[in-house]
């Protein structure tokens, strides 16, 4: 026990020097930032833009469809899909997507290296349907880009997708029953040439990305805008700095040879990145603030005849195989159930902590200190390995010492990698480990640590996406449209009384026929593609049985309107608030996007915004606990909680 205490004060410790008091607004949305240069960070540089402009655009003006998505990432591409399965026609569906292409983040992301940090097999969407089998365990990303393109085809959606264009403003429209939606798209060399466009659409679903805003951190100095050197952001990786392509899981970045690169961020991209920068540069520079925890990753192809006889071998092979790594990650497996997945993802014994189980679906304020004290001692044998194999491989020991992760595993996105720590055996390869307190300043050549600068030829940034948390989880801010609800409240706006407000975490009253995807009071999993498929199967549902209620042609027929009731949401939202004490295991993280970067708690807070907060928690028993809830529901059969009318 004396270790255990020992190593519980290493924790505290190492949390307390990365806090800050600016918490989240230490970064800024690149988006939104004041520098033309670092806004120009986000332009699309992948589009074919000669080939959009040739397409007939599915959407023109006052067209009204029964379906408008949000997005053309994996939540869009499977809402849509779910729709189709449930009875609706490809034909009464539109997309609209601001990228000139499908797949969400796997259309941005085309960094070297890049891989999904969870088994294809239970991350790509509807393997089943499709047939298709992945060449690894853990798929590239150039490979889940171009399946799901397959999967747009596959389900007659290609021309129903609206590329180059952002959803600016919705607003309800109660007499005529649907969503008036205003459009900006572009069209031309870089889809430049704007123009607006306005529709109208019976129902609206909001699939924008967990981490879908990339930011970068303010910094003094001349700031990173003012470094002359070549800049880009993960998000967008730029090859004609670094040589190779996109089209490639492991390009040639022939064009780094002699130069001195940089890279800001220790998080799970740079994990990929950095052992394929060092493959290339003349120096490679790890600019860190909080080392990651680097578990072996075991990557291997796809064996066919494994993936015939043993993975995809009967009916229902591809939910079974989610719902069993959802059962390990939670650590509620019953004995004797194998571990299908068997990964250092599903051999994780308290992450738990974070995304809920059954074991501790309510926790009373007086049972905190115990809850949390289980995790830590669930995970203390996890996070020993994990430091011991920093140890092993990298062979200086400072450096070693320097890349050791003390925080419990749940605090910050595992990561895994067979050659990451390896990397640093390379002589040209230098971790410039900043203590917890980041980068000091930007010159005109390089970044300054500690008061050395660190003269560099190219900068990479992989400092991530804006915080989920972040306006309250407000889902139309991440889908950057100003949305307006009956009476012309806001989200923010509606929620503003009681804090969020959600029947099962898709839909809210006030806002009919809207749906949204987010982790707030619905379900969590470490395998994102879970969570997303479970609300778009849900979300088909509702849709369907409440048109099948207007007869025979139930589907066909216009002016049906869904909303959330007021007490069904208020039910729901008191069964989060309850469940939301089991969450306090983040009060022990070191600061991250997880947790609002260390400002999960405000010690100021009163008690109805302590009620607030608790609202927007995760569901507590956990994902599979959350799946059950809904099949019941849908059992039911009455669609409980929600008012049903037509015109």
């Known amino acids: 026990m004396e270790e255990f205490g020992r190593i519980q004060e290493k924790y505290a410790a190492e949390a307390a020097k990365r806090i800050r008091p600016d918490g989240i607004a230490q970064y800024q949305t690149l988006s939104e930032s004041d520098s033309d240069r670092l806004r120009h960070l986000v332009d699309d540089i992948w589009a074919d833009h000669t080939a959009l402009d040739a397409q007939t655009p599915p959407l023109a003006p006052g067209d009204c469809p029964k379906f408008l998505i949000v997005g053309a990432g994996l939540g869009g591409i ?44 239970v991350y790509m969407p509807l393997l089943e349907e499709t047939g298709f089998m992945p060449s690894n365990k853990y798929a590239p990303g150039v490979e889940i880009r171009n399946y799901l393109k397959d999967v747009v085809k596959r ?14 403003k919705l607003e309800w429209d109660d007499g005529a029953r649907v969503w008036k939606a205003d459009l900006t798209t572009g069209r031309g060399p870089r889809g430049a040439n704007k123009s607006t466009l306005a529709v109208k659409a019976e ?39 670094t040589g190779g392509s996109s089209e490639e899981a ?10 001195r690169v940089g890279i800001l961020g220790t998080g799970a991209t740079a994990i990929q990145v950095v052992p394929c920068l060092a493959q290339y540069a003349k120096e490679v520079y790890v600019f860190q603030r909080t080392p990651s925890s680097v578990y072996p990753r075991g990557q291997k192809l796809t064996d066919p005849e494994e ?59 007086d049972k905190i200190p115990e809850v949390i004290g289980h995790f830590l001692m669930q995970d203390a044998p996890n996070t020993a390995k994990v430091r011991a194999r920093v140890a092993e491989i990298v062979q200086d020991k400072d450096t070693a010492e320097k890349l050791t992760p003390w925080y419990p595993a749940w605090c910050k996105r595992p990561t895994f990698s067979d050659t990451y720590l390896q990397t640093f055996n390379k002589p040209h390869v230098h971790l410039v480990d900043t203590d917890g307190k980041g980068v000091s300043s930007v010159t005109p050549q390089g970044l300054v640590v500690n008061g050395t600068e660190f003269p560099l030829d190219v900068l990479v940034l992989g400092t991530g996406y804006e915080t989920p948390g972040a306006s309250i989880g407000d889902p139309s801010k991440r889908a950057g449209v100003t949305l307006l609800g009956r009476g012309g409240q806001t989200i923010p706006q509606k929620w503003a009384p009681t804090g969020v407000a959600t029947l099962h975490g898709y ?12 982790p707030m009071q619905a379900g969590v999993s470490g395998n994102q593609a879970h969570p997303l498929d479970v609300h778009c199967q849900q979300i088909a549902h509702v849709a369907a049985a409440a048109h099948r209620r207007a007869g025979p042609d139930g589907l066909a027929k216009s002016g049906v309107v869904i909303e959330v009731q007021d007490k069904a949401a208020e039910v729901w939202s008191t069964r989060i608030m309850q469940g939301a004490a089991r969450f306090a295991t983040m009060a022990t993280c070191t600061p991250s996007y997880i947790n609002n970067e260390g400002h999960l708690v405000d010690p100021n807070a009163t008690l109805e915004d302590q009620i607030k907060r608790a609202r927007m928690s995760p569901y507590s028993a956990g994902m599979l606990e959350f799946v059950e809830e809904l099949r019941k529901w849908r059992e039911e059969g009455s669609l409980s909680g929600f008012d049903v009318s037509f015109s």
């Not at 729709?83 to 609209?96: K, N, T």
């Not at 007659?156 to 264009?165: C, S, Y």
């Not at 879908?212 to 805008?225: A, D, H, N, Y």
């Not at 492991?250 to 130069?259: A, H, I």
């Open 78 to 121: 499977v809402a849509a899909v779910r729709l189709i399965q449930a009875g609706f026609s490809a034909d009464q569906i539109r997309i609209v997507e601001t990228a000139g292409g499908v797949g969400g983040t796997w259309y941005w992301n085309r960094y070297p290296g890049l891989h999904c940090d969870v088994e294809a097999y």
């Open 307 to 365: 993936w015939k006889t043993k993975i995809a071998s009967k009916p229902g092979w591809q939910s079974a195989r989610i719902e069993n790594l959802a059962a390990h990650l939670s650590n509620n497996a019953p004995p004797g159930v194998p571990d299908l997945v068997n990964d250092a993802w599903s051999n994780q014994p308290a992450y738990a902590a974070l995304i809920g189980d059954a074991d501790f679906p309510f926790v009373t304020p």
């Open 250 to 259: 492991f390009p040639d970045l022939s064009k780094l040879k002699d130069k």
């Open 507 to 518: 839909a809210s009253p006030g806002f009919p026929n809207l749906f949204f995807l987010s």
């Open 155 to 168: 389900w007659n959606l290609e021309d129903k997708i609206l590329f180059r264009t952002q959803l600016d």
């Open 203 to 241: 129902f609206v679903s909001l699939t924008a990305g967990l981490l879908s805003r990339p930011q970068v951190p303010k910094l003094s100095g001349v700031g990173i805008e003012g470094f002359k050197g070549d800049v880009f952001h993960t998000s967008l990786w730029n090859y004609d700095v």
